[in-house]
């Protein structure tokens, strides 16, 4: 009998300490994180700057009956051309071979494929540092490599974005920051310190194209090639959460 009353009063301890655990966890008050009590915006800042340094895209492209007189005609324009550029001051590590090739040309007649030649296409890029003498570049290339050259597109930059993209930078926090007082204020609300910072970079100006060697080879005839470098925006975005006090 004694036994017994000790098994009832253990179970019964037992079963009173896994409801007391379990009133516990039901009535425990859940504490929200920082994140859950944020303001989440996004800021914006540009800032111009002109560029100072450009990258030429250019080369030559023929066709030919055979593989050996299209690759033999390539070859010595492109000396040309490269020989052009180095003239014109620009340094032989400016200069970097983007691409060459070559492939099969065919006809399609209703007798089926018929093997009309080979092109061969051989482009390099080119890196100018003084923008003044741009127009001279191209033209002397042109002339170089003669009616097979082929100029693809120029590309201004800015060699060192760094201090346009601080400048940017502080605008897109200062925004942000505008956008989370307005916010916190018209909800009522305390706006604490920032959480999370995000950015992202951005820099606008898209290479510019060229039309094709024959147009060049005119145009060279009546005056020089006109090129303007014009301004390029650098831009900021930051993603910004602000804590909620």
Do not use: W
Not at 62 to 76: G, N, P, T
Not at 158 to 164: H, K, N, S
């Amino acid at each position: 009998m004694n036994k017994f009353k000790c098994l009832c009063l253990g179970f019964s301890s037992l079963l009173a300490i896994i409801l007391t655990g379990c009133d516990q966890q039901i009535v425990s008050p859940l504490i929200p994180s920082p994140e859950s009590r944020s303001i989440h915006v996004t800021g914006s800042g540009s800032v111009t700057g002109e560029p100072d340094i450009a990258t030429l895209y250019l080369g030559v492209s023929v066709e030919k009956a055979s593989v050996e007189e299209a690759r033999e005609i390539a070859a010595s324009a492109m000396t040309a051309v490269i020989a052009s550029l180095k003239t014109n001051d620009i340094a032989e590590n400016d200069i970097q071979t983007e691409n060459f090739s070559i492939y099969p040309q065919y006809d399609y007649t209703d007798e089926g494929r018929v093997l009309r030649g080979y092109r061969v296409n051989n482009t390099v890029s080119a890196t100018a540092r003084e923008l003044e003498s741009l127009s001279d570049i191209i033209d002397d290339a042109i002339g170089a490599g003669g009616d097979i050259v082929v100029v693809n597109s120029i590309q201004f930059m800015i060699e060192d974005p760094t201090p346009l993209q601080s400048q940017a930078r502080a605008l897109a926090v200062k925004d942000a920051e505008a956008k989370a007082k307005t916010l916190a204020e018209a909800s009522g609300v305390i706006l604490g310190k920032p959480i999370t910072i995000t950015e992202t970079t951005r820099t606008a100006g898209p290479p510019i194209a060229f039309a094709d060697a024959a147009e060049f080879a005119a145009e060279e005839a009546r005056s020089s090639t006109p090129i303007q470098a014009g301004e390029l925006t650098v831009t900021i975005n930051v993603s910004i959460a602000y804590e909620i006090e």
